[in-house]
T-cell receptor, first 115, second 114 residues
């Protein structure tokens, strides 16, 4: 089983639509969670952190369910500029001291917003 | 404040050759991680360097090696290149902490092996 699993899509949605992406992770000891956005042939860029209480940043809402090991991202009122790949990322501590960590990426979910 | 810088941006090599990729972390960051991203896949963790030592390694063969310098910059070396090594190689920097630190990526080196 992959450490982080996402539906690769693509999700094709019209402008103004609401779209939701889901992600599951296998390591129950994972410490922190993120959504990164990656445009074609560019580097990933941090979109937002994900907290159990849920957090919102403008049109974007992220949610974490630790019991189900499930992360979600909701995009409201989609814009053409939202077209990109969205990477679910899980941060796990390494070793006994726990001072090092490693980010594990899902394969990404591709979103295409159309007119 | 310069972000993470990588060089070169593009590289073409042939099978069996060796390659060295370079990375300078974001100012104030002391930890460098390297990732390989094949087309259509998410970035795969290669290894992480801190205090000039490899702290953790992903599932990559010994052909992949690295180094971190006292100024925190880092190199990734790949020996005996295979066609399957063609990918975008991403360097990311962070500060060592408690597991909630965020990674900042460079724009990557696109390696093509012919």
């Amino acid at each position: 089983r992959k450490e982080v699993e996402q539906d690769p899509g693509p999700f094709n949605v019209p402008e103004g639509a609401t779209v939701a992406f889901n992600c599951t992770y296998s390591n129950s000891a994972s410490q922190s969670f993120f959504w990164y956005r990656q445009d074609c042939r560019k580097e990933p860029k941090l979109l937002m952190s994900v907290y159990s209480s849920g957090n919102e940043d403008g049109r974007f809402t992220a949610q974490l369910n630790r019991a189900s090991q499930y992360i979600s991202l909701l995009i409201r009122d989609s814009k053409l500029s939202d077209s990109a790949t969205y990477l679910c990322v899980v941060n796990s501590l390494l070793g006994y001291t726990g001072t090092a960590s490693k980010l594990t990426f899902g394969t990404g979910t591709r979103l295409q917003v159309t007119l | 404040d310069a972000g993470v810088t990588q060089s070169p941006t593009h590289l073409i090599k042939t099978r069996g050759q060796q390659v060295t990729l370079r990375c300078s972390p974001k100012s104030g960051h002391d930890t460098v991680s390297w990732y390989q991203q094949a087309l259509g896949q998410g970035p795969q963790f290669i290894f992480q360097y801190y205090e000039e030592e490899e702290r953790q390694r992903g599932n990559f063969p010994d052909r992949f090696s690295g180094h971190q310098f006292p100024n925190y910059s880092s190199e990734l070396n790949v020996n005996a290149l295979l066609l399957g090594d063609s990918a975008l190689y991403l360097c990311a920097s962070s500060t060592t902490g408690t597991g909630s630190e965020k990674l900042f990526f460079g724009s990557g080196t696109q390696l093509s092996v012919l």
